[in-house]
Structure formats: structure tokens, C-alpha cells
T-cell receptor
Framework: DAGVTQSPTHLIKTRGQQVTLRCSPI?????VSWYQQVLGQGPQFIFQYYEKEERGRGNFPDRFSARQFPNYSSELNVNALLLGDSALYLC?????????FGPGTRLTVT | AQSVTQPDIHITVSEGASLELRCNYS??????LFWYVQSPGQGLQLLLKYFSGDTLVQGIKGFEAEFKRSQSSFNLRKPSVHWSDAAEYFC??????????FGTGTRLQVFP
């Protein structure tokens, strides 16, 4: 079975721009979570979606938003990018409390 | 508030030596505990998990971890380290089913 896939792999944006990151979960997984990993830190929880409903939100500003589609894929949107948004964005799909992570999208904001 | 502490930022061992990575957590209820490994520029791979039952859990790649409720710890061990084990290791506690709280990680370096 294919694992969690994310696109794009790398992205460079300018301050103030908007970005959309995409995630496809493992087949059969209905829950998708997003994490931000700043260099040298552990991942920080951003959102969790289950069956297209937001189930949880971490301590991130409203510039961050997400949605889940009927096929359980998900998008993470970040508006008005700041330099501090530069990070590895990880998507995870889960079943029965086990989360499986994708390779991540490396976002660089200049 | 829930939290995870990994006291060792960086550990260096010789190939073939034993390994123990420390993890302490703070969580009011019975925790779901995880260890993940991350190679440079990669996502996270699940090594093992503890939900309930036997406090010594076995994982992939020869790793094991022991849950000690009295010490709020979930230390990761391996009897003999291989050079390919060099990576970043993260301990995490599961909150409200699918929210993971991670520690800051321990970077493992292996010398031949």
C-alpha cells in the first residue's frame, strides 16, 4: 500500500504570500493531522480533521487553515506568510491511534 | 499541561554498543506513548507504541521501550546499535486520540 503522500516537496515563498500544501492519506484512513516542524525542534500540532470535520486545533494563528475533502485528502493553507513560518510541514494519517507520517513539505519564506 | 521531555539533545555511541534514550512525560490520564525516528530531511517513522498492557514493548529495527508509570518515563533501548541507526529520535504522547505532543528530540550519532 502507498504511504502518506505530500506535495510539493519543497517550496520557496516571499513574505506576505499565501501557500497551499497538499496531503493524501493512506487508503482507508479517515483522519488527517498537520504538524509544523521548525529546524531543531519536535513537530508541533496544527490541525486534525476526521471525516471532513475539524477535530482539533493547535496554538496557531488564524492565518493557518485547513480542510479535508470527501476522498479524505487534505490541504493546509497559510496566509500572509512570515519568515517564522519557514519549516517542514508534516501530514499524518491515522487509524486506531497510530499516526503515519508523510515525507513533509519544506517551506522556505524569504 | 501535557508535555514531553527528552533530556539528551545529542548522544554519541560506538557501533555495537547498547543505547538508551530517555523520555519523560506529563499527562493526567493513562497516556498513549510513541517513539518515532526521523532521518535527515525525511518524515517520521513509527518505531513502537504503548497503549496498555505489558509495559515492555517491542518495536521495529530491534528497539524496545519500557513504560514506567511511577517515573512517568518511556525510555527507548537497543542492545546493539548499528551505524544505520544514526538519526533523530522523538518521543511523543497521544492526547485526545490523534493529537501528538512531541519532545524536542535526541540526535543519535554512531561511530564505527
Amino acid at each position: 500500500d502507498a504511504g502518506v503522500t505530500q506535495s510539493p516537496t519543497h517550496l520557496i515563498k516571499t513574505r506576505g504570500q499565501q501557500v497551499t500544501l497538499r496531503c493524501s492519506p493512506i487508503s482507508g484512513h479517515k483522519s488527517v493531522s498537520w504538524y509544523q516542524q521548525v529546524l531543531g525542534q519536535g513537530p508541533q500540532f496544527i490541525f486534525q480533521y476526521y471525516e471532513k470535520e475539524e477535530r482539533g486545533r493547535g496554538n496557531f494563528p488564524d492565518r493557518f487553515s485547513a480542510r479535508q475533502f470527501p476522498n479524505y485528502s487534505s490541504e493546509l493553507n497559510v496566509n500572509a506568510l512570515l519568515l517564522g513560518d519557514s519549516a517542514l510541514y508534516l501530514c499524518a494519517s491515522s487509524k486506531e491511534y497510530e499516526q503515519y507520517f508523510g515525507p513533509g513539505t519544506r517551506l522556505t519564506v524569504t | 499541561a501535557q508535555s514531553v521531555t527528552q533530556p539528551d539533545i545529542h548522544i554519541t555511541v560506538s557501533e555495537g554498543a547498547s543505547l538508551e534514550l530517555r523520555c519523560n512525560y506529563s499527562y493526567g490520564a493513562t497516556p498513549y506513548l510513541f517513539w518515532y525516528v526521523q532521518s535527515p530531511g525525511q518524515g517520521l517513522q513509527l518505531l513502537l507504541k504503548y497503549f496498555s498492557g505489558d509495559t515492555l514493548v517491542q518495536g521495529i529495527k530491534g528497539f524496545e521501550a519500557e513504560f514506567k508509570r511511577s517515573q512517568s518515563s518511556f525510555n527507548l533501548r537497543k542492545p546493539s546499535v548499528h551505524w544505520s541507526d544514526a538519526a533523530e529520535y522523538f518521543c511523543a504522547v497521544g492526547v485526545n486520540t490523534d493529537k501528538l505532543i512531541f519532545g524536542t528530540g535526541t540526535r543519535l550519532q554512531v561511530f564505527p
